[in-house]
């Protein structure tokens, strides 16, 4: 069964720590999603990458995020350095885009990120 | 821009109640409509889908109809389950192909 696979599951760390979460999306699929899931502001797209290209990080407070495709088979967020209000389900989707597919997503379990 | 508004929760209801969720939508052009499920501690799952107008999407017993006239994909069950329990997010895709979500509505049914 083909599935999104994200790394680590779970992350508490301090505040000022580098965290780094890890995706492998579906084989085959040419677009990758970072989305942060939080109670008060709800889902929320942090980046997009086509054929492994950032099309879009508008979501991404870039002082301190990163997203990064270093192959097909990974994709990697990183915070740097972590705050508290970073603590957030971050979740990792891919999907297959053509002229005339209809846009469906394939979603990761999320990293459930907790920053003291 | 593209944006979904979905009716707010929670939703609480008893096993074999009727279940609708309401979703309208706002976007730029022809977008595929789609309605996800989150059970607790997992991710999104696709639920069902329209990718054009009066295209009725169905799975597990739920239903919705893409009216592109009063831009809504409103959510419908017929008899609900304790199992249905979950967070459900209308979304959209145009075509830029990133989904826009809406704010999610808890259902939680009782026994």
């Known amino acids: 069964d083909a599935r999104v696979t994200q790394t680590p599951r779970h992350k508490v760390t301090e505040m000022g720590q580098e965290v780094t979460m890890r995706c492998q999306p579906i084989l085959g699929h040419n677009t990758v999603f970072w989305y942060r899931q939080t109670m008060m502001q709800g889902l929320e797209l942090l980046a997009y990458?086509?054929?492994?290209?950032?099309?879009?990080d508008s979501g991404m407070p870039k002082d301190r995020f990163s997203a990064e495709m270093p192959d097909a088979t990974l994709a990697t967020l990183k915070i740097q350095p972590s705050e508290p209000r970073d603590s957030a389900v971050y979740f990792c989707?891919?999907?297959?885009?053509?002229?005339?597919?209809?846009?469906?997503?394939?979603f990761g379990e999320g990293s459930r990120l907790t920053v003291l | 821009g593209n944006s979904v508004t979905q009716m707010e929760g929670p939703v609480t209801l008893s096993e074999e109640a009727f279940l609708t969720i309401n979703c309208t939508y706002t976007a730029t052009g022809y977008p595929s409509l789609f309605w996800y499920v989150q059970y607790p501690g997992e991710g999104l799952q696709l639920l069902l889908k329209a990718t054009k107008a009066d295209d009725k999407g169905s799975n597990k017993g739920f239903e919705a109809t893409y009216r592109k006239e009063t831009t809504s994909f409103h959510l419908e069950k017929g008899s609900v389950q304790v199992s249905d329990s979950a967070v459900y997010f209308c979304a959209l895709s145009s075509n830029d192909y990133k989904l826009s979500f809406g704010a999610g509505t808890t259902v939680t049914v009782r026994a």
């Open positions: 990458f086509r054929n492994r290209a950032p099309l879009d």
């Open positions: 989707a891919s999907g297959y885009r053509t002229g005339l597919n209809t846009g469906e997503l394939f």
